[in-house]
């Protein structure tokens, strides 16, 4: 059964790390990533039947390097003083998703180190 021949979590996370970088390779530098913090769930948006949001809005980041926004897409939910956080970082943390940010990094697709600008 395909279901039980899974790679372990790291490698499936450093495969999403290595089809951005084909994404970034292909666009080069026409290419602008847009992450809507809005309705989080622990549950990908691509599930059939994803759990409710479990944090408020944060907001819309737009920036010109993958790796960055997603960073700070992280650390604005460690800064949050909502409730659901918890359960937030739980997901994240349970399956080790800051993985791939690092494993993007080490890919050389972008930087962790960013600057937030309020407009």
């Given at each position: 059964m395909v279901w039980t021949d899974l790679p372990e979590q790291n490698a499936f996370l450093e495969s999403m790390a290595e089809a951005a970088s084909a994404v970034v390779d292909h666009f080069q530098d026409k290419i602008v990533y847009v992450n809507v913090m809005a309705n989080m769930s622990v549950d990908c948006d691509c599930c059939a039947i994803a759990e409710d949001p479990c944090m408020k809005?944060?907001?819309?980041?737009?920036?010109?390097?993958?790796?960055?926004?997603?960073?700070?897409?992280?650390?604005?939910?460690?800064?949050?003083?909502?409730?659901?956080?918890?359960?937030?970082?739980?997901?994240?943390?349970?399956?080790?998703?800051?993985?791939?940010?690092?494993?993007?990094?080490e890919l050389g697709i972008g930087v962790i180190e960013y600057e937030l600008i309020d407009c």
């Open positions: 809005d944060i907001g819309i980041l737009v920036s010109t390097d993958p790796v960055a926004i997603d960073r700070a897409c992280i650390d604005l939910v460690k800064q949050s003083d909502d409730p659901g956080k918890e359960h937030f970082l739980e997901r994240v943390t349970s399956r080790n998703g800051e993985h791939t940010i690092d494993a993007a990094c």
